[in-house]
């Protein structure tokens, strides 16, 4: 009897093996094309998360700040957990995530994804939720995620929703089944090269101004979370000149943060002063900043951080500095490889 039931639970351990392998290997490694979906998982990885200042959103926080130059600048600690086409309802539940690891003073959340009322895109969905470790908050943030024809059980074994993989294996899923691609630096995701700003499509009309429901509502469990961790919470809309921020919706944010006393900074109407120009500090034509454009944002930010939200400069942390000084290290290696990249 006894023998029975160690060779089931052998079994048992051997099918967990093995389904545990096939879906490391048939999982999306995000390696050779839509490296972003390696953001998440790089936060986990990082060896002091006591970081002071935390950004949320899409590409326009990731693209958009570097926080080596507010280190550098200010001693500003901190962390950007952005991804692709980040929902609000998932940048609540990566703040709540955050706050079981330790609580920054400052959460920087960029309102772009206001105008989404549902997830737009499965892809998009897996680049945020796959890589989060399970909790409660990643839970809620797929129920809240899930668009209609997508199933919570593949999120709990992404094998059903992988396994058609088997015929697009190449070299870089066996390569990174047990380790991930490191493509960001404290969430920052590089690019040096320049492409001018040109023509900006006419924004086209809509028949309704108005952020939906459910948008708002997790603004508000932002909001009312960070109230309850003593976190300031500031908002922000990056210098992006396309897709295309309204009038009417810049009006009902500011509107929402004069209501409740919030900073909400519009990068867009303090370009000038940021000093970024747009022939120079944009590497696809004005959607996402390169990284001068970066680089200023951070100089910026970073003196309102310190200036406006009592931010530390810790640089006389022995510890932090020697992280920071590691990190500085492959910051500009991946500066010179780029050069070298794109001639420049």
Request: aromatic share 14%; with cysteine.
């Amino acid at each position: 009897m006894k023998k029975r039931i160690v060779r089931i639970i052998i079994c048992i351990l051997v099918i967990v093996l093995l389904v545990d392998a096939a879906t490391r290997l048939l999982m999306p490694k995000y390696v050779s094309d839509v490296v972003e979906g390696n953001l998440i998982c790089e936060y986990y990885q990082e060896p002091n998360k006591d970081f002071d200042v935390v950004f949320f959103g899409d590409c326009e926080v990731y693209e958009n700040f570097s926080p080596m130059k507010m280190w550098q600048e200010y001693g500003i600690n901190s962390y950007i957990r952005g991804s692709a086409e980040q929902y609000i309802w998932q940048s609540y539940y990566l703040l709540e995530e955050t706050c079981s690891y330790h609580r920054p003073k400052v959460a920087v959340f960029n309102i772009q994804s206001l105008q989404f009322n549902e997830s737009q895109s499965e892809p998009y969905n897996r680049m945020t939720l796959d890589p989060m470790r399970w909790s409660a908050s990643k839970v809620n943030s797929i129920l809240a995620s899930m668009k209609e024809n997508e199933n919570f059980i593949d999120y709990i074994f992404p094998i059903l929703r992988f396994h058609s993989r088997w015929s697009e294996l190449k070299a870089e899923d066996v390569e990174y089944m047990y380790k991930s691609h490191t493509v960001s630096h404290n969430g920052y995701y590089m690019r040096i090269d320049v492409r001018p700003a040109g023509d900006i499509p006419a924004a086209k009309k809509l028949t309704d101004y108005s952020f939906g429901d459910k948008a708002w509502k997790y603004l508000d469990m932002m909001r009312e979370l960070c109230e309850r961790e003593g976190i300031k919470l500031v908002l922000v809309k990056a210098p992006s000149l396309f897709p295309h921020w309204y009038d009417e919706w810049d009006e009902q944010v500011t509107s929402y943060a004069e209501k409740y006393g919030l900073d909400y900074i519009n990068f867009l109407k303090v370009k000038d002063e940021v000093g970024l120009d747009f022939n120079t500090d944009t590497y696809d034509a004005g959607l996402h900043l390169n990284l001068s454009g970066a680089e200023k944002m951070a100089v910026y930010f970073g003196r309102y951080l310190k200036e406006k939200c009592g931010v530390p400069d810790r640089r006389e942390d022995s510890a932090l500095t020697g992280i920071w000084a590691q990190k500085e290290v492959l910051y500009n290696r991946e500066i010179e490889e780029q050069r070298i990249k794109y001639n420049l």
